[in-house]
């Protein structure tokens, strides 16, 4: 087993706390935040089971309730729909809070797509990467960028004020002048921003196990040298580790990852025609990993270029069995179960029974598609358009058409069958507005 690499952090911790609304106008210059209480303290956090991050959704499901960052001019708020008063609120309890700059705990500057939210038992996080690093000032950045749109807008920027224009680029330039960074968000008592080393922008940080985020990343086009990293929930420390060929993070089994990685003969050339010839002999192993003391556990081994994992969903890993088509993409050939427990396997589907959907038995609702052109993982095609997420109780967090006031889409709870039977009856949440 190899140590962990452990690089130590200079962690800038960056305490925020409301104040009354300021000037919505962005200055060339920041305003100073006004200073902040002392920040609820953080229990430590505790190990648990795996589970994912919503890296592209801005939002987290954590059963008794659903955070989204929600967009608007220069910044996206923090939201939490609540499914036992089936009401949404703004994550800030801040007295006299306007919510709008970075004193509130809620607020983050740039676009939403920028942050990851979730939860790790009772504290809330928002997780900064840094997409594109600005090294410019704001005045050029606006002379360059915001400027163009205030005499000739498109259509992103129809129906906005040159005002809120302004602000919309100095929240992005906001964005893109912050360091990768970790926020601790407590509500009512300010947020505490970490700051990281700029290295974990290589890895898309995606699983938690209670404790600490993990990701993984290819150091080279071939990925012949891959490496994980861990960010700690507690102090923001940054530890890197050594993966295998091509190692990357798949899905998650209780206190494990389910990993993937090249298996050869002998380490693969650097020469691009050689490469290739040498993957062709190769292995495709699938493993359980703890990151945490190095130890694998072999699931199964293919042929290189000839499955892929399509999930690990009741206990069942999912493998779909592909041919590659030259010049094109793959024709599936099978999809097998994996009984991770047991180790037993059972071919579930072959092109020949036709096209099928396999309802997966998840809370969020996945389906297994398949047929003869491709098998995908995907939400039940039953389920309705605007479904969001389930509840801890059965129920679905769905959407019932636009606010006309905000554009924003309003929300309900239902109960599955009564829903998909067209029964009318829901519990209508209660949305926040400005």
Known sequence: MKKLIPLILTAALTLAACASAPDETPLTTPTPAPEAPEPTSTPAPATTDFYPLESYTTAFNT???????????????????????????VCCTMPNCAHDSEACPAYFPGRARRYTVFTAGDTLYVYHTLFYRNTQTWEKYFDEYGKPQLEHPDQSFEGLTADEITADFYGRWTEQTTPPCLYTVHPGGGKVRTDLPEEVRDYVMAYCDGAAVYGAAWNDENGTTATGCRISLADGAVQTF??????????????????????????????????????????????????????????????????????????????????????????????ETLDIATGTTETIWTPEQGAQE???????????????????????????????????DGRWLVTTGKDETTNRENYALVEPEQF???????????????
């Open 242 to 335: 050594p993966l295998l060929t091509q190692e990357q993070f798949l899905d998650v089994c209780g206190d494990a990852l389910v990993t993937s990685h090249i298996v050869t003969d002998a380490p693969l050339p650097t020469d691009r025609e050689q490469y290739q010839a040498a993957i062709q002999s190769a292995e495709t192993e699938y493993d359980l990993y703890d990151p945490n003391d190095g130890t694998r556990t072999r699931l199964a081994a293919y042929p290189y270029d000839t499955s892929a994992l399509l999930g690990v969903y009741g206990g069942k890993a999912y493998f779909e069995k592909r041919q590659p088509i030259p010049y094109a993409a793959y024709e599936p050939v099978a999809v």
């Open 420 to 434: 998909m039977a067209g029964s009318a009856e829901q519990e209508t949440v209660t949305m926040w507005q400005r």
């Open 63 to 89: 059963g008794d309730a659903y955070y989204e960052l929600v967009q608007y001019p220069g910044h996206a708020l923090l939201l939490k729909t609540d499914y036992a008063t089936a009401a949404q609120t």
């Open 358 to 392: 396999l309802p997966l038995g998840d809370a969020e609702g996945h389906s297994l598609r398949m047929s003869e052109s491709n098998v995908i993982v995907g939400q039940r095609t039953s389920l309705p358009v605007g479904f969001r997420a389930a509840a801890a």
